[in-house]
Structures are given as C-alpha cells and as structure tokens.
C-alpha cells in the first residue's frame, strides 16, 4: 500500500519508511505514531501526553483541576496542584496565614469603629462580638484568595456532611483536646507559671452573660474559619510536600502562635500560653489528617471553644460562697488559657 503523496525525489513512500512503524507495517487506527494528520509536523507522543489534561492526574479533560476531599478517593493534599519544595510550601502557608491576620486586623478595627460610631462603648459585647466576627472574616477572606490563586475549589479542602465515622472524630476529638487542654493548664497552675490572660475572658468578668452569646459566634464562625485557614490552607499545603506528623505539628505550632493577637501579659506569659495552645492544636491536625473532612474540625473546634465558655460562665456565676470571687477568677484563669 502507498502513500497517496510523493516523496521529495518524486518517488512514492511506501508505509515501512520513517512515517510508519518500525517493522512496516500499517499502523493500526489511533495508533500514536507523532505525525500530524496532514503527514507534515513531527508531534513528540511524550509531550502530547504531558500537555494531555486527561492523562497526569492533575486536571480533567476540560482544564479543570482534580477534585479531591472527603467525597474523594484523593486526599486534600493529594491533588498534585502545588509546586515546589518544602521551602516554598512553608512559606506560601505562612505568606497566607500574614495576609489573613492583615486583612483581619482591618476589618476588626472597621467594624469596631463602626460600632463606636453606633453608640457602643469598646467593652460592650455587641461590639466585642462584631470585631470577633471582622477577625474571622479576615481569615475567610485570606482563604479565598489562596484559593482562587491556585485555581482551586473549597471542595479540595474536604468539605461534606460527615458520617458515622465524621460523628465519631468529633466526639472523639471534643474529649481529646478538653483532656489535653485541662491536663496542661492545670499543670501550669500547680508549677505556678505564669500565663497571658486572654482578652475575651478578661472582659466577660464584668459581664459573663457575654460568653454565652459568644457561642453560636465560636460554633459558626470562629470553629470553620480557622480550622478553613489553619488546616485546610496551612497544614494542608505543608503536608503536600512533606510527612504528616511532620505537617502536624509545624500547622499547630502556627496556629497556636498567632494567638499572641488575643492575649494580655510579658513575653514569659505569652509563650507559656501558646506553648499549652499547642497540644489541642495537635488534636485538630490529627483529624484532618486522618478525617480528610474540615466539617469535621470545624464541628470539633467550635464546640471546644464553646465548652470552655460555658465552663467559664459557670466559674463566674455559680461558684461556691466559700471560694467568694477568688476562686472564681482562679477556676476561670485555668480555663482562659485555653481560649
């Protein structure tokens, strides 16, 4: 059979020569042979397959990026879309946990002014609530913009209703990071270390009713938005290009740092506050890893939060006459810490 085109010389290509296979014989239909259709351009069937969308793993046939997540068999971390080494994931992780706190601190002091202008004095709870909820928003906000800069929808993050399975983590973890968390603080006390107050607490001594409205705010917006930043963003982008435990501890000691904003004390304080901040932290990041849905820590994070404050509002309210306003301010010093 010939090819119905001449060869430069004028002679006819015979199918065997150095457009056709090997041994000569016809290739069979959609055989990759690197010629174009028109016989004239020379196609590398490597790089067609690199440039291929449908063929690495790394985007579907349309150019869209591989979904991942908890409703996924690839993991948050698994989807290939990060480039780079360790060094550059770190530093993208902590790039996007400086653009939140930025954007945070913004938007805290707009609402605050805000309210001021309203009417409300600084260490009114309505204004504490909104300013908390601007400083969440920074963090969301921090989230989309990573995101959309690696082209990325939230559902990579692992976002789905959670199952059995989810339901265990957060009863699971809640108990973990209480126990932890108590565990630590309490063994400050006793080795009468000093910890940073934290802002929140200290103004709720004057009026304690405010830590039960901060509990709906811990629940829906504190808990997913810094678990989103913290864990889906931070701990998630580490974990790309190095070890799990390896990404769950540097996403704590991250998370735990950052709440230097909220605290009130020298520097021997703050540390030693962060320092106990850091073992619930872990607990989160296990989830995350093991869990593969940020509903999950979310739920876990909220509802800690939300336990600490209820324990807090007890200690102003109903501790006992004999321990008179001392011991409350003790019991709710230990839970502080924690907040």
Excluded at 37 to 63: F, H, I, K, Q
Excluded at 64 to 74: I, K, M, Y
Excluded at 280 to 298: C, D, M, Q, R, T
């Amino acid at each position: 059979m010939s090819d119905d085109r001449g060869s430069d010389d004028g002679t006819e290509r015979e199918w065997g020569d150095d457009r056709g296979t090997d041994d000569g014989a016809e290739p069979e239909l959609g055989e990759d042979t690197g010629w174009t259709d028109d016989g004239d351009e020379w196609n590398d069937p490597a790089s067609l397959r690199e440039n291929d969308p449908g063929r690495d793993g790394s985007a579907d046939a349309t150019g869209g990026r591989v979904e991942a997540g908890a409703d996924s068999t690839l993991a948050p971390w698994e989807t290939g879309v990060g480039t780079g080494g360790f060094l550059r994931a770190f530093g993208e992780a902590v790039g996007v946990i400086v653009l939140s706190l930025v954007v945070a601190l913004v938007l805290a002091l707009g609402t605050g002014l805000v309210m001021l202008l309203a009417g409300f004095e600084v260490t009114s709870t309505p204004t504490l609530i909104v300013s908390l909820t601007g400083t969440q928003a920074g963090f969301a906000v921090g989230v989309y913009a990573y995101l959309r800069w690696r082209n990325e929808p939230i559902s990579n993050l692992g976002v789905a209703v959670p199952d059995v399975k989810g339901l265990v983590l957060v009863v699971g973890g809640l108990l973990a990071t209480l126990a932890l968390s108590l565990s630590a603080s309490i063994a400050v006390t006793l080795l009468e270390l000093q910890p940073a107050q934290n802002a929140t607490t200290s103004q709720a001594q004057s009026d304690p009713t405010s830590l039960l409205l901060l509990i709906p705010v811990m629940l829906l917006v504190v808990g997913p938005c810094e678990e989103l930043l913290f864990r889906g963003v931070v701990q998630r982008r580490i974990r790309e290009r190095t070890s799990a435990p390896v990404a769950i501890v540097l996403g704590g000691a991250l998370f735990a740092s950052i709440h230097f904003v909220a605290l009130i004390g020298d520097l021997s304080a703050v540390a030693t506050t962060i320092g106990i901040l850091f073992f619930p932290s872990l607990v989160f990041g296990a989830i995350y890893e093991y869990g593969k849905n940020i509903v999950v820590n979310a739920l876990v994070h909220g509802l800690y939060n939300s336990v600490l404050l209820a324990l807090s509002y007890l200690a102003l309210q109903f501790a006992p006459e004999s321990a008179g306003s001392d011991g409350a301010a003790a019991v709710l010093d230990v839970i502080a810490i924690l907040l």
